[in-house]
């Protein structure tokens, strides 16, 4: 018979508990120790060598490479990344939010998950693909420039610019906006919208006082995952943009596989952006941790 | 989704595990550091023998297709894979970041060779098991990149000009400085190749200095009037041009003459034009690198693509000039006489070879190259 | 923003502006599959139906194999981090031990690092250790988001499940092993299958870290498509595109419809 154990979270015991944990928690454990962690070690080695090529040998000698990144085309690609993602995750926001809404509040309720699924099933095709659609549909001779001048209207010159990227980019990360959206709405509590109509709140009002606070996390997690995402995305600004789309994740694939060959500073690049997803999960749980209530 | 609690405890568990990286990190550095690991060093001693039918290549866009494919198959059966660079810098990088036990075949521009035979990549030829180098023109025999052809074997060669669709452009164009002087005309219809050494080359010699200028002030000045065409500029492509250009996206690009040849051959409207101030002269070749898996279907290769009727079925079909004479001999007329591939020699004169840089300056070129795709 | 119409005939502006998202989302998809039947694949203009591109296709052997390459490396790092990913979700909710916190932010970090940083550093390591890149080198590396990715999705799983059913196993005899997999699995089952649906979705879809990380020939499908954007795009492309949509929309409602049967019968 084993030992009853009185709680959830054992600590430590004897010898049986010991190797029960080992065994669930080793394989992943090192699966993570050699391909996540030490990796991550070796690129923060790399990132201090300033102009390393490859071949040359690795003695870690200074800030060069993050120096550098304070140089102004540097600091230009960074800024148009966090502008595209800034961007992306606005109108995520804009766009996403009713489709939840509705979804989550005032379709029929049997609906509510095949329409869920519905709108997300796009996401289960390959998103390269989808990119290339958005090509066919911008491209100067393609299906929205040959509509408009079906129509007599002026064509529109959207491809290999910043529009398309950002149309790209929402298209690619809507989805998600509205899955975390509906998670949160779907939880509200209607009563409150209720006695809010009860106490003659408009329905704006309602909205912004209501609604908008409780669902509060929802919202800053979706941002959060959206603009996550957007800050790293390669392939939107390198298929749809143009000659001035460069962002962070085309400059760091040029050190390494492209004309640059710089591995020191695509690693410093790198840190530098892990380091800048990790403030935006900290300002989250710093702001997430004032409303732990309303959840 | 994620619970606030779950999310605390990654935060708390964030400060600590800084705290642990950057110490580990720090540990880290300075044990490794005193080993004093070597960056990608490509590893020619030891070769890993690969699947004995199988032959990967690592080739240009619309060098190799499906029947070149067959045909080798069906004389030696060995089965050809091969995969697509578009720069030779792209093709250096990814071969230096871990894909050279991959590829027993490259075909890297001559000036890349002597590059890659500095660098120790690539394994002395032997010419005994080759035949058929005889058939190749002497001046590429004799090339200053790799004379003796000790490395390699050319495939191709041809020019760099415009390609321009000539009902769009009543005007033709003349030379590079038509791009400036119609900026407005042609502006967001127009594409430069994604390959620095051509690109400011190209833009060095409008301005009438050498594609392989060393003066700061020169290149500097390039770089100045690249960011002046900037705004005109769709992108910066090597090879999707050619299906923009003939959907009507484009009204000009800068391309290679092979791939002129392809697309005109599609819709006769398009032509291809050697600037008069002068354009670069490339060449193809065909290497074995020391990490080949097989190089005895390397050696097969080459020996295959050096017969006359390949090399002149390969023309016909793909459209890269041969500098095989005996192949050269078996085209049909309309192919030899075919300017746009086989350009007269006054224009070649006037042509300029890429010639491989000091690696100062072409950071410099890198520089000038990074700060104009990135602005 | 109003309390939930009464009248069935009042359309509400979210209504309205839903289903124009709803068009948004499908518009690229309604785009390739028009291209894919139309015989002029280039241009916007209908030239007459054909399934000549659907054909191209099945004979193109690149895309095939690529194709092949994806859903090895998918299946692969799918199925190890399946299991190693599902014992860490239980190892992690059951024990407290020193460097808990240390384990569980590395298990998080690829959830949030971008995928570009992951790449990279995957390539210098492999570089490091000299091994040589190949197919594997590909699943090792998925395999890593896989695990997280399973792991989040049991954990919070594991999070509303009842805590003393294992116990009550072991009190009525069961080994601890037994408990695990004849109690603990079963309850897990639905979250261990979205988790894995989830990883696979992601796999089969990423282009950055399998660029890194690919070698020896191994071509992953989002790497052959990228290149053939770049180069030249073959019309089978848009073909290509409609057969995975119409598999994965396959494979969504399966998922969706074992999912619902099995909500309904645990609350039966």
């Known amino acids: 018979m084993s030992t009853k154990a009185p709680s959830e979270s054992r600590p430590i015991a004897p010898t049986p508990q010991w190797l029960q944990a080992l065994l669930l928690l080793a394989p992943a454990g090192v699966w993570l120790a050699l391909l996540l962690v030490i990796p991550t070690l070796l690129i923060f080695e790399l990132s201090l060598v300033p102009n390393i090529k ?43 939010f009713p489709v939840a809404y509705w979804i989550a509040l005032l379709s029929p309720k049997r609906w509510r998950n095949l329409l869920l699924l519905a709108f997300v099933l796009p996401l289960w095709t390959s998103s390269l693909l989808r990119s290339y659609a958005w090509i066919s549909i911008l491209r100067p001779t393609g299906v929205l420039n040959t509509l408009l001048t079906s129509l007599g209207l002026p064509t529109l010159d959207l491809l290999n610019r910043s529009p398309a990227v950002f149309i790209g980019m929402t298209y690619s990360l809507l989805p998600y906006m509205v899955l975390i959206l509906y998670a949160s709405l779907e939880k509200l509590d209607r009563r409150f919208l209720e006695a809010a109509a009860d106490l003659g709140a408009t329905p704006p009002q309602a909205f912004w006082k209501v609604t908008v606070p409780q669902t509060l996390p929802g919202i800053a997690a979706g941002s959060l995952l959206v603009f996550i995402t957007g800050l790293g995305d390669f392939i939107n600004p390198e298929l749809l943009g143009g000659t001035s789309s460069m962002t962070a994740a085309r400059l760091i694939y040029n050190q390494f596989l492209g004309a640059t060959q710089n591995w020191g500073f695509g690693s410093a690049l790198s840190m530098v952006l892990i380091l800048a997803v990790s403030l935006a999960i900290a300002l989250l749980i710093k702001y997430g941790d004032k409303n732990a209530s309303s959840l | 989704m994620t619970s606030m609690a779950d999310l605390t405890r990654l935060h708390l568990s964030r400060s600590r595990r800084r705290f642990l990286q950057t110490s580990i990190a720090g540990l880290s550095g300075i044990a490794l550091s005193s080993c004093g690991w070597t960056l990608a060093k490509v590893q ?25 494919i067959d045909a080798f198959r069906s004389q030696t059966g060995i089965k050809v894979i091969s995969d697509v660079f578009d720069s030779n810098e792209t093709m250096l990088a990814t071969f230096q970041a871990g894909k050279a036990r991959t590829y027993s075949i490259i075909y890297p521009s001559d000036y890349k060779v002597s590059q890659m035979v500095k660098l120790g990549y690539l394994s002395e030829l032997d010419h005994s098991r080759l035949d058929g180098l005889q058939n190749i023109l002497p001046r590429f025999q004799k090339s200053v990149h790799d004379s003796g052809n000790r490395f390699s074997v050319p495939v191709s060669w041809g020019t760099t000009g415009l390609i321009y669709n000539s009902e769009k452009l009543t005007e033709p ?58 705004p005109a500029i769709t992108t910066f492509t090597t090879d999707a041009w050619r299906d923009q250009l003939l959907a009507g996206d484009l009204s000009i690009a800068m391309g290679y003459s092979a791939d002129a040849v392809n697309v005109i051959n599609q819709n006769p409207k398009l032509k291809y034009v050697i600037p008069t101030s002068g354009t670069s002269l490339w060449s193809d070749t065909m290497v074995i690198p020391k990490t080949a898996p097989n190089p005895d279907a390397a050696y097969a290769w080459l020996s295959f693509m050096l017969q006359p009727e390949v090399a002149a079925r390969v023309t016909e079909r793909l459209f890269f000039a041969t500098p095989n004479e005996a192949a050269f001999n078996q085209l049909p007329d309309t192919l030899k006489n075919n300017v746009t591939l086989f350009p007269p020699q006054n224009l070649l004169d006037k042509a300029e070879t890429v010639a491989p840089l000091d690696k100062s300056i072409l950071e410099l070129y890198e520089k000038y190259w990074t700060k104009l795709t990135s602005s | 923003m109003q309390a939930p119409s009464k009248s069935p005939l009042r359309i509400s502006w979210q209504a309205l502006f839903s289903v124009l998202m ?125 695990l997280s990715y399973v792991a989040f999705v049991v954990s919070t799983r594991l999070v509303n499940l009842n805590p003393h059913l294992e116990e009550a196993a072991q009190d009525l005899g069961a080994t601890p092993y037994q408990s695990l997999v004849r109690v603990l699995l079963p309850e897990l089952m639905p979250a261990i299958v979205s988790g894995c649906l989830l990883a696979f979705v992601l796999s089969m879809d990423d282009f950055l870290i399998a660029s890194f990380t690919a070698g020896g020939g191994a071509t992953t499908l989002p790497m052959e498509i990228f290149s053939r954007i770049r180069t030249s795009v073959k019309p089978d492309i848009n073909a290509l595109s409609v057969v995975l949509m119409v598999a994965s929309g396959a494979v969504a409602l399966i998922a969706e419809t074992i999912r619902y049967r099995s909500e309904k019968k645990r609350l039966q």
């Not at chain 3, 692969?76 to 860490?88: E, K, N, P, R, Y």
């Not at chain 3, 940083?117 to 190949?134: D, G, K, N, R």
Request: hydrophobic share 45%.
């Open chain 1, 54 to 96: 490859p071949g040359d040998l690795v003695n870690p000698s200074g800030l060069g490479n993050y120096w550098r990144i304070f140089q102004s085309d540097v600091l230009n690609v960074i800024g148009r990344s966090l502008l595209f993602a800034t961007g992306t995750t606005l109108l995520c926001l804009l766009m996403g």
């Open chain 2, 44 to 68: 020619t001693d030891q070769v890993r023998q690969g699947a004995s039918d199988e032959l990967h290549v690592y080739t240009w866009s619309n060098y190799v297709d499906q029947e070149l």
């Open chain 2, 173 to 230: 164009p003349t030379d590079w400085n038509y791009l400036w002087t119609h900026k407005d005309k042609l502006t967001r219809r127009l594409t430069l190749m994604d390959d620095v050494r051509e690109v400011i080359g190209a833009v060095l010699r409008s301005l009438g200095y050498s594609y392989n200028s060393t003066d700061p002030q020169q290149i500097k000045q390039a770089y100045e009037k690249l960011q002046e065409l900037k």
């Open chain 3, 22 to 146: 709803f068009g948004f989302m499908y518009l690229p998809i309604l785009v390739l599959g028009f291209y894919s039947f139309n015989q002029s694949p280039n241009s916007a203009q209908w030239g007459g139906f054909t399934l000549s591109w659907y054909v191209k296709f099945f004979n193109d052997s690149r895309i095939l194999s690529a194709l092949s390459d994806s859903l090895t490396v998918a299946f692969c790092a799918v199925g190890i981090s399946a299991i190693i990913g599902t014992l860490m979700a239980v190892g992690l909710a059951r024990y407290r031990f020193p460097g808990k916190q240390l384990y569980q932010g590395a298990s998080y970090l690829p959830l949030i690092i971008p995928d570009i940083a992951i790449a990279v550093s995957t390539l210098v390591f492999l570089a490091v250790i000299a091994v040589p890149l190949s197919l594997w080198t590909i699943v090792a590396a998925h395999t890593v988001f896989c």
